[in-house]
């Protein structure tokens, strides 16, 4: 998958939508510098993860801070 286009569609959603929970996202695939950095340069509350495992724990850990 080209995460650049998975990346900037999430922005795009993100910025239409009132998120109440914290956005955790893992990209994988061609591009995935680049879609982290569309992700991190967004202005909006996304964080980016680095596997499955490190999502789980950075939603835990966002869901907690939020309460």
């Known amino acids: 998958m080209k995460c ?3 990346a ?9 939508l009132s998120l ?3 956005l955790v996202v893992r990209l994988a695939g061609t591009r995935v510098d680049i879609g982290r950095e569309i992700l991190e340069n967004s202005g909006l509350t996304i964080i ?3 596997d499955l495992d490190d999502a789980a724990k950075k939603a835990v850990a966002a869901i907690s801070y939020s309460r």
């Open 4 to 6: 650049d286009v998975i």
């Open 8 to 16: 900037q569609g999430i922005v795009n959603a993100a910025q239409n």
């Open 48 to 50: 980016t993860a680095d």
């Open 20 to 22: 109440s929970v914290p």
